[in-house]
């Protein structure tokens, strides 16, 4: 009788010390498994530890351009895909409206509402009349689709500090993100010898812009209407990005010329899902050269 219950006894402590195993020591086993010595853990596990796909380059030739100064890199690993000149010292023109209207998005609630107190009539504009009311966000809208000068004039002069506060905050941005070969004296791109960038730069602030997904989905659009808070005055906009009308991969961003600049284009690329920067500067035709870097991206990369 006293063996069996011995014999009982021993039996219940090892069922215990299994227990206890089970409890302590197993999960860590299967915690361990789950980072990758479980062979048969799912694939939404597995791609959460993945790092973004990088693009490969077929071939070594260069894209034909009348730019003087391009680039396209990966949005997602910031990959140079192709550039050329993409150092030297450009004038932005009216891609300087991408940081103009971060600027904007970032210091303005998108349904603050400015009255118009001084008309601006340089360079293109959407006809502000004196005393409108109109809000942040059809500023913003109208100064990206349509490139209104009136547009930026009006979100610049509405800071504190006026003008020149709103500008110093650009400044600010791009050296947030160590962009040093770039600085801005107005918002809307008018000649300045001391207003210019890069390509490089430029591809940067693209991949900023993109991040905002109001931007991100302004510049897609070809045609657009605003008016101001009481709907008594319709601003009818069409986008200078021709692009939109005729090249399906092209989803914005933004265009740009004066004299001096030449053509500029900053455009979003959608290339079957993956996104790519695209910059031209000192173009004869910006929109053409824009398509055959779309054409050389097609036949040469891949993921």
């Not at 300045?192 to 993109?210: F, M, P």
């Amino acid at each position: 009788m006293l063996k069996i219950l011995k014999n009982n006894w021993i039996d219940l402590v090892i069922i215990f010390l299994i227990l206890v195993l089970n409890l302590f020591w197993l999960p860590s086993i299967s915690h361990w498994s789950t980072y990758g010595l479980d062979q048969s853990i799912s694939k939404n596990q597995i791609s959460q530890f993945q790092i973004p796909s990088t693009p490969v380059i077929k071939l070594v030739t260069k894209p034909e351009t009348t730019a003087q100064n391009y680039i396209l890199v990966d949005v997602v690993t910031n990959k140079i895909l192709t550039s050329k000149n993409s150092e030297d010292k450009v004038y932005p023109a009216s891609t300087t409206k991408l940081v103009t209207a971060l600027t904007a998005l970032n210091i303005y609630p998108l349904d603050e509402v400015i009255t118009i107190d001084e008309e601006y009539s340089e360079g293109q504009n959407m006809g502000l009349k004196l005393n409108e009311k109109i809000t942040v966000k059809s500023l913003v809208s109208a100064l990206l689709v349509y490139s209104a000068n009136d547009a930026a004039y009006t979100l610049a002069k509405h800071h504190p500090q006026g003008l020149n506060g709103f500008v110093k905050q650009m400044n600010l941005l791009v050296q947030k993100y160590n962009l040093k070969n770039t600085n801005f004296v107005n918002v809307d791109g008018l000649q300045n010898e001391n207003h210019y960038s890069t390509v490089y730069d430029l591809s940067q602030i693209g991949r900023i812009a993109v991040q905002n997904n109001i931007l991100k989905d302004t510049v897609k659009n070809q045609q657009l209407t605003v008016s101001n808070i009481d709907g008594s005055i319709q601003h009818y906009l069409t986008s200078t990005d021709e692009l939109l009308k005729t090249t399906p991969e092209i989803e914005g961003l933004k265009t740009g010329w004066t004299p001096e600049a030449k053509g500029c284009f900053v455009g979003l690329i959608n290339l079957n899902g993956h996104y790519l920067i695209s910059v031209v500067a000192q173009s004869d035709d910006r929109f053409q050269d824009t398509k055959n870097i779309l054409d050389w991206a097609k036949q040469n990369v891949f993921w």
